[in-house]
Every structure is written in structure tokens, then in C-alpha cells.
């Protein structure tokens, strides 16, 4: 069973910047990929980014140049650096490997 817990949710002023963290347990973190979701209120869950075990990363057209998803191996986590958010960013986030997913860290943007 893997566990996925996200933080560094909050709040934050369009334009701001947020780094989320995904800290895995209960798997080999180095030979899987991680991926980051997002859920808006209303709306279905969408990709955002991915990271393979070998570092290759792929990203959403909404937020390619802006977004960054990174993993440290030796520490069992994986990041997603958020800048130049957008209200349009606000949404529950959540980390996912191996079929099993986090319980999610809000992130609002808003003035």
C-alpha cells in the first residue's frame, strides 16, 4: 500500500508563487512515475504534470512555462514549484503513483 500525503497549499496573490510537496511511503519512490492533478470546484480532475523515474517531465498546456514538477529520490518526494499562479489555478491538488492517490492540498488564488 502507498501512502501520499501533499502539503503547502494556501493562499495566494495572482502572480505568487507556491511549491507543493508529495511525501511517498511504502513503495520504491525511485522507479515509478509521480504525477500532479488538480480539481476545481464544478469541475472533473485534470493532469498537470508528470515526472518519470528518470526524470523526463511532461506538462498540462495551462501551465507549461509556468509550473515545474521535480522529485528527490533520496527523500521519497516529489515537488510541483507553482509561479505566476492564476485565479484559474485555484483548485484541490493532489499527488498520484502506482494507482493510489493523495488527499490533497487546497490552493486559492485570489486578490
Known amino acids: 500500500q502507498v501512502q501520499l500525503v501533499e502539503s503547502g497549499g494556501g493562499l495566494v496573490q495572482p502572480g505568487g508563487s507556491l511549491r507543493l510537496s508529495c511525501a511517498a511511503s511504502?513503495?520504491?519512490?525511485?522507479?515509478?512515475?509521480m504525477a500532479w492533478y488538480r480539481q476545481a470546484p464544478g469541475k472533473q480532475r485534470e493532469w498537470v504534470a508528470s515526472i518519470t523515474s528518470g526524470h523526463s517531465t511532461n506538462y498540462a498546456d495551462s501551465v507549461r512555462g509556468r509550473f515545474t514538477i521535480s522529485r528527490d529520490n533520496a527523500k521519497n518526494t516529489g515537488y510541483l514549484q507553482m509561479n505566476s499562479l492564476k485565479p484559474e489555478d485555484t483548485a484541490v491538488y493532489y499527488c498520484t503513483m502506482v494507482g493510489n492517490w493523495g488527499q490533497g492540498t487546497q490552493v486559492t488564488v485570489s486578490s
Open positions: 511504502g513503495t520504491i519512490f525511485i522507479i515509478y512515475t
